[in-house]
C-alpha cells in the first residue's frame, strides 16, 4: 500500500479586509509639515504572494501621502502624512480614497475604503471692517440722548470664539465722560450724552474690532469722525452802553433838563449771540 502526498495551493480568494477605520480625523489648520496621523490597519486572510498588499491613495495627494508599516506577513498599518499647509477658511474638509490591491498571478484582489479629514480652525484671522472709515457729518447739537447714530460692523473668517466680535471705542481720556458710546455686540454707536458745538465742534476718535480668540485676540482699529452742527440754542445777549455825559443806573439814564436834544446818542446797544 502507497502513500500519496497532496499539496493545497492557496487560492487568491480573499481581498482585503480594512480594521480599525478612522473614519473622521480632525486636524489643526496649523499642523506641521510631515506630521503622520493612523488611519486603519488592513489585512489579507489569504498566504504567500496572494497575502501581500500595495496601497494606493486615490485623489488628494497634493495634500496627502501613505505610510504603510507592515506588522506581519500579512497585516498592515496604515498612516497618512501631511505634505502642505492647510487653510480652513479655504477648505476644512478633505475626503481620501485609499485603494488597496494583493499581488495574486491569476487574478488581483482590491478594496478601498473612504475616510474624511476635518481641519479644525485656528484664530489666524484679525476682523475686517466693511469699511476703511467711518463718518457722521453734521450732527445736530440738539440731538436726544440715546439716539443710533451710525451702525460699525466688521467681519472675521475664522469659527467660533475665533470669529465672534466685540467692539471698543479708543480713547486716552476718561470713557464714562465720552458723549459717544458703542454696543459692544451689534456695533451700533449710540449718543451718550449732550452735545454743545460751542465747546467741540468735531470728534475723531478709533473703533476696534477684537475676537475672541484664546489664548491671543486679534484685532483692527478704524477711525470715526463726526462733525457738530450748530442750533440756535442761546439767547441774544442785549447790552446798553450809556453816553458818559450821561448817569446811568439801574438801566435807568439821567439826562439834564437843558440838554440839546437834537441829533442826542444817548447810547449804544450791544447784541451777543454765541
Aim: hydrophobic share 35%.
Amino acid at each position: 500500500m502507497s502513500i500519496g502526498k497532496k499539496t493545497i495551493t492557496d487560492r487568491n480568494d480573499h481581498a482585503c479586509q480594512f480594521l480599525d477605520i478612522q473614519k473622521n480625523i480632525f486636524l489643526s489648520e496649523s499642523i506641521q509639515i510631515g506630521h503622520r496621523f493612523p488611519i486603519a490597519r488592513a489585512i489579507d486572510y489569504d498566504s504567500g504572494i496572494n497575502s501581500q498588499l500595495s496601497f494606493k491613495l486615490l485623489n488628494n495627494n497634493d495634500y496627502f501621502d501613505l505610510n504603510i508599516i507592515k506588522l506581519t506577513t500579512n497585516e498592515y498599518a496604515i498612516y497618512g502624512i501631511v505634505k502642505r499647509s492647510f487653510d480652513r477658511e479655504l477648505n476644512e474638509k478633505y475626503d481620501l480614497i485609499i485603494e488597496a490591491h494583493d499581488h495574486g498571478i491569476s487574478e488581483v484582489k482590491f478594496n478601498r475604503t473612504k475616510i474624511t479629514l476635518w481641519i479644525l480652525d485656528e484664530n489666524d484671522n484679525a476682523p475686517k471692517f466693511n469699511q476703511t472709515e467711518y463718518s457722521i457729518q453734521s450732527l445736530p447739537e440738539n440731538t436726544s440722548i440715546g439716539t443710533k447714530l451710525l451702525t460699525i460692523s466688521a467681519t472675521d473668517a475664522d469659527k467660533g470664539l475665533n470669529g465672534l466680535i466685540h467692539y471698543s471705542i479708543m480713547i486716552s481720556s476718561d470713557i464714562s465722560s465720552f458723549p459717544f458710546v458703542i454696543n459692544s455686540t451689534t456695533g451700533v454707536i449710540s449718543l451718550r450724552s449732550l452735545l454743545d458745538y460751542e465747546t467741540v465742534r468735531s470728534y475723531r476718535f478709533l473703533i476696534r474690532a477684537s475676537d475672541s480668540g484664546l489664548p491671543q485676540s486679534l484685532y483692527t482699529d478704524t477711525w470715526l469722525s463726526i462733525s457738530i452742527k450748530d442750533v440756535n440754542d442761546c439767547p441774544v445777549e442785549i447790552f446798553f452802553l450809556p453816553n458818559r455825559q450821561f448817569q446811568y443806573n439801574n438801566q435807568a439814564l439821567y439826562i439834564y433838563e437843558n440838554t440839546e436834544i437834537n441829533n442826542l446818542t444817548l447810547g449804544y446797544i450791544r447784541l451777543n449771540d454765541s
